[in-house]
């Protein structure tokens, strides 16, 4: 109940296109779920972030689709840029317990 | 704001030696400390919880007298690898919670560690 699933494992986009990344969780206490981008070598960064009372949640071209009821949450990439390729790591909260990740997603932007 | 600095970020080290890992925030106070450590294609995993003044909170399956954490002020934690192994090479990352939004844990840069 505490795992967050996420899909797909790898993704591959042409510059421009839009990236879909999707993340499921079982745990409805959860009350915090962030993104974040990691580049090979470095540490996560938080990317986007939302709680469950807005359905939706955009930054640049970041935005965080939010599906209370299906348990869901998804990251869309608008206009992907090589500069995107990184891996994505989706991730739930429960007040101030531990933050649970998926197993990541990573994207390819291709020029 | 909200740094969080590691260091060192690579470290190289012989079988039985023992390798201690800085974890600081820069611009704010850290309430709660944590430490990862992820494997090669793989998610982070939580291996222990620590706060300022108080024993770490270990994950299950994590050896506490292998991994020792030393969370010494609000802005430093430690973590020291003893006698370590290379199954103990890794790329560890730390993070702190206690800026602003709350529940936001923000990550330091990782290390590195290669044990020969």
């Known amino acids: 109940q505490q795992q967050v699933k996420q899909s797909p494992q790898s993704l591959i986009v042409q510059k421009g296109g839009i990236s879909i990344i999707n993340c499921a969780y079982e745990n409805t206490a959860f009350d915090y779920f962030p993104w974040y981008q990691q580049f090979p070598g470095k540490g996560p960064a938080l990317l986007i972030a939302i709680r469950p009372d807005v359905s939706e949640k955009k930054e640049g071209r970041f935005t965080i689709s939010f599906n209370k009821s299906a348990k869901q949450f998804s990251l869309h990439i608008m206009d992907s840029q090589p500069g995107d390729s990184a891996t994505y790591f989706c991730?739930?909260?429960?007040?101030?317990?531990?933050?649970?990740f998926g197993t990541g997603t990573r994207l390819q932007v291709f020029p | 704001g909200a740094v969080v600095s590691q260091h060192p970020s690579r470290v190289i080290c012989k079988s039985g030696t023992s390798v201690k890992i800085e974890c600081r925030s820069l611009d704010f106070q850290a309430t709660t400390m944590f430490w990862y450590r992820q494997f090669p294609k793989q998610s982070l995993m939580l291996m222990a919880t620590s706060n300022e003044g108080s024993k770490a909170t270990y994950e299950q399956g994590v050896e506490k007298d292998k991994f020792l954490i030393n969370h010494a002020s609000l802005t430093l934690s430690t973590l020291t690898v003893t006698s370590a192994h290379p199954e103990d090479s890794s790329f560890y990352i730390c993070?702190?919670?206690?800026?602003?939004?709350?529940?936001?844990?923000?990550f330091g840069p990782g290390t590195r560690l290669t044990v020969l």
């Open positions: 993070s702190a919670e206690g800026g602003l939004p709350s529940n936001e844990q923000f």
């Open positions: 991730a739930a909260i429960s007040g101030t317990d531990k933050l649970i």
